[in-house]
Nanobody
Framework: QVQLVESGGGLVQAGDSLRLSCTAS????????MGWFRQAPGKEREFVAT????????YYADSVKGRFTISRDHAKNTVYLQMNTLKPEDTAVYYC????????????????????WGQGTQVTVSS
């Protein structure tokens, strides 16, 4: 079992920055991938970024490339999402996700790839 707890959300203005954190507890040694998704009101949950345990594989959604950076600190069992130059369209609940089963596919941007989820943290960007 893995528990994921997100933090760092808030209300900011367009152009500002925020850093989200997701701390894992439990069987953290088996978190092969940890990622971030977001869900805006009335929309589907969408992929934002993900990072492998080795940190050698990192992927971003096109909408956040160049603005968001995902990183991972194994000593703290924490994954971060540094969000710069925020836009109103980044407003959403941001969810942390983890995969603890040995990856059998490369579909790291799909929700079904992940088997643990956090409760989410709200990010609101005003114009």
């Amino acid at each position: 079992q893995v528990q994921l707890v997100e933090s760092g959300g808030g209300l900011v203005q367009a152009g500002d920055s925020l850093r989200l954190s997701c701390t894992a507890s439990g069987r953290t040694s088996s978190t092969y991938y940890m990622g971030w998704f977001r869900q805006a009101p009335g929309k589907e949950r969408e992929f934002v970024a993900t990072i492998s345990r080795s940190i050698s594989n990192i992927y971003y959604a096109d909408s956040v490339k160049g603005r968001f950076t995902i990183s991972r600190d194994h000593a703290k069992n924490t994954v971060y999402l540094q969000m710069n130059t925020l836009k109103p369209e980044d407003t959403a609940v941001y969810y942390c996700a983890a995969r603890t089963v040995v990856p059998s596919s490369s579909r790291v941007t799909d929700k079904i790839f992940y088997n643990y989820w956090g409760q989410g943290t709200q990010v609101t960007v005003s114009s």
